[in-house]
C-alpha cells in the first residue's frame, strides 16, 4: 500500500496487468534487449512491477541463463507476475525443462538462425549426465541469440581438446549460434558424450499460468 496508494490510477491499472498473461504477447528477443545487456544487482520486489518497468532487474547474484528467459516471458507477456514470482528464483539446470519443455531438437541449424524471439537450448543426447550442455538463450535473428551466462569461447585447443564455451559472465551478451555450436563440438568434453544438439522450445508449448 505504501508503494501504490499515491499512485495515479493508470499505474495502478499498468500494475495489476502484470499479473495477468497478455492476448497478445510481444516478443522475447525484444523484451531482453529493453532489459538491457546488463542486469542489475536490484533484488527484484515483485510487489511494485509493471511491465512497462524499463529498469535493469536481477537478483543479488544477477540472473543465469534459464532466469534470463523467466524474465522474458514475462516482460513480453506470456506469463504472470505470480509465475514469474515462483519460477525466477527457483529455477535450476535440474527443474528448467519442466518450465520450458523438452523442445524440439534441430535438424537443420540454419532453418531457425532467423527465429527472432525463439527460446534455443543446447544440450547433448542425455538429459540430465554429468556432462550435460545445458544452456538456454533467445534468438534475435541473423543468426545471432542472446542471453546470459554467454560471454564468448576461450582459445581453440585449450581446456581438453578444441574451444569451449565460456559461462562466467552473467551480463547478456549476443553471440554467434553457429560458432556456439561449432565450439561446444569441439570440444571433447562434449563430443564424448554425445555431441551437441540445439532444440526450439515454443513459448505456446509451455506450461504458464
Same mark, same amino acid.
Given at each position: 500500500?505504501?508503494?501504490?496508494? &499515491?499512485?495515479?490510477? !493508470?499505474? #495502478?491499472?499498468? %500494475?495489476?496487468?502484470?499479473?495477468?498473461? $497478455?492476448? !497478445?504477447?510481444?516478443?522475447?528477443?525484444? !523484451?531482453?534487449? *529493453?532489459?538491457? @545487456?546488463?542486469?542489475?544487482?536490484?533484488? $527484484?520486489?515483485?510487489?511494485?512491477?509493471?511491465?512497462?518497468?524499463?529498469?535493469?532487474?536481477?537478483?543479488?547474484?544477477?540472473?543465469?541463463?534459464?532466469?534470463?528467459?523467466?524474465? !522474458?516471458?514475462?516482460?513480453?507477456?506470456?506469463?504472470?507476475?505470480?509465475?514469474?514470482?515462483? &519460477?525466477?528464483?527457483?529455477?535450476?539446470?535440474?527443474?528448467?525443462?519442466?518450465?520450458? %519443455?523438452?523442445?524440439?531438437?534441430? =535438424?537443420? $541449424?540454419?532453418?531457425?538462425? =532467423?527465429? *527472432?524471439?525463439?527460446? #534455443?537450448?543446447? @544440450?547433448?543426447?542425455? @538429459?540430465?549426465?554429468?556432462?550435460?550442455?545445458?544452456? &538456454?538463450?533467445? #534468438?534475435?535473428?541473423? %543468426?545471432?541469440?542472446?542471453?546470459?551466462?554467454?560471454?564468448?569461447?576461450?582459445?581453440?585447443?585449450?581446456?581438453?581438446?578444441? @574451444?569451449?564455451?565460456?559461462?562466467?559472465?552473467?551480463?547478456?551478451?549476443?553471440?554467434? #549460434?553457429?560458432?556456439?555450436?561449432?565450439?561446444?563440438?569441439?570440444?571433447?568434453?562434449?563430443?564424448?558424450?554425445?555431441?551437441?544438439?540445439?532444440?526450439?522450445?515454443?513459448?505456446?508449448?509451455?506450461?504458464?499460468?
Amino acid at each position: 500500500m505504501s508503494h501504490w496508494s &499515491w499512485k495515479t490510477t !493508470a499505474t #495502478i491499472m499498468n %500494475g495489476v496487468r502484470a499479473y495477468e498473461r $497478455l492476448a !497478445a504477447p510481444g516478443c522475447l528477443a525484444g !523484451a531482453l534487449e *529493453r532489459l538491457g @545487456r546488463n542486469p542489475g544487482r536490484t533484488t $527484484l520486489k515483485y510487489y511494485d512491477m509493471a511491465r512497462q518497468h524499463h529498469r535493469n532487474l536481477g537478483s543479488p547474484t544477477t540472473p543465469i541463463c534459464y532466469q534470463t528467459i523467466t524474465l !522474458a516471458l514475462w516482460i513480453s507477456g506470456h506469463a504472470s507476475l505470480p509465475w514469474l514470482a515462483t &519460477w525466477y528464483a527457483s529455477s535450476n539446470a535440474g527443474n528448467c525443462f519442466d518450465l520450458m %519443455g523438452d523442445g524440439n531438437e534441430v =535438424d537443420d $541449424l540454419n532453418a531457425v538462425l =532467423d527465429l *527472432r524471439g525463439q527460446v #534455443i537450448s543446447f @544440450r547433448n543426447r542425455t @538429459r540430465m549426465g554429468a556432462q550435460y550442455v545445458n544452456h &538456454w538463450a533467445i #534468438i534475435t535473428g541473423g %543468426g545471432k541469440a542472446i542471453g546470459s551466462n554467454t560471454d564468448g569461447f576461450d582459445d581453440a585447443g585449450s581446456g581438453g581438446g578444441g @574451444r569451449k564455451f565460456l559461462w562466467g559472465d552473467r551480463a547478456l551478451h549476443e553471440f554467434d #549460434i553457429a560458432e556456439c555450436v561449432q565450439s561446444c563440438a569441439e570440444n571433447t568434453k562434449y563430443r564424448d558424450a554425445g555431441g551437441v544438439r540445439v532444440a526450439l522450445h515454443p513459448p505456446g508449448n509451455m506450461d504458464l499460468w
